[in-house]
T-cell receptor, first 112, second 112 residues
Framework: DAKTTQPPSMDCAEGRAANLPCNHSTISGNEYVYWYRQIHSQGPQYIIHGLKNNETNEMASLIITEDRKSSTLILPHATLRDTAVYYCIGAYSGAGSYQLTFGKGTKLSVIP | DTAVSQTPKYLVTQMGNDKSIKCEQNLGHDTMYWYKQDSKKFLKIMFSYNNKELIINETVPNRFSPKSPDKAHLNLHINSLELGDSAVYFC???????????FGPGTRLTVT
């Protein structure tokens, strides 16, 4: 799995967009970028994943740079319930390894 | 209905004892996992199990063993518990070899 680098912590005002960066310069061509979050000792929760194109779902948007060396997770209107540790993970989908390697993540604090 | 459930939620036991943690998923997934989250909040894969194929993280002591009575269950057995086994254990499941995993609520194990 690709090694990822994330800032240890970030703050975001409630209602504003939260932009969480991730560097994954060693990601291989067929590794996807996955984002998970963990809210206060609950089980991690899948958010979104992508390979090359930008992706959007009901929770977030994922912007991947053209060279695939970095990406940004965007929570468009952060709420207090979005306070969590966010993990960026490089992993395979389909054939191949499917074991997730969690790093230290980014602790996002949404402030009222 | 809970997608991935674990029992018990809390487990306090003494060193040297043998204990089990149960995990059930009702998502129809055919791959299940066990993760350990230590006091420093690092989340590490322990096992993945798919169609009778067991993949073991080489760092996991052989005192830990997963048992799968059927596709919906993957229980974790721990023999001769040690103080260092104290952690939160998460079960997860996914479709075959997919990295979009669904996690249970966790079992907090305390060894005294």
């Amino acid at each position: 799995d690709a090694k990822t680098t994330q800032p240890p912590s970030m703050d975001c005002a409630e209602g504003r967009a939260a932009n969480l960066p991730c560097n994954h310069s060693t990601i291989s061509g067929n590794e996807y970028v996955y984002w998970y979050r963990q809210i206060h000792s609950q089980g991690p929760q899948y958010i979104i994943h992508g390979l090359k194109n930008n992706e959007t779902n009901e929770m977030a948007s994922l912007i991947i740079t053209e060279d695939r060396k970095s990406s940004t997770l965007i929570l468009p209107h952060a709420t207090l319930r979005d306070t969590a540790v966010y993990y960026c993970i490089g992993a395979y989908s389909g054939a191949g390894s499917y074991q997730l390697t969690f790093g230290k993540g980014t602790k996002l604090s949404v402030i009222p | 209905d809970t997608a991935v459930s674990q029992t018990p939620k809390y487990l306090v036991t003494q060193m040297g004892n043998d204990k089990s943690i149960k995990c059930e998923q009702n998502l129809g997934h055919d791959t299940m996992y066990w993760y350990k989250q230590d006091s420093k909040k690092f989340l590490k894969i322990m096992f993945s199990y798919n169609n009778k194929e067991l993949i073991i993280n080489e760092t996991v002591p052989n005192r830990f063993s997963p048992k799968s009575p059927d596709k919906a269950h993957l229980n974790l057995h721990i023999n001769s518990l040690e103080l260092g086994d104290s952690a939160v254990y998460f079960c997860a499941s996914s479709q075959v070899r997919q990295s979009e995993q669904y996690f249970g609520p966790g079992t907090r194990l305390t060894v005294t």
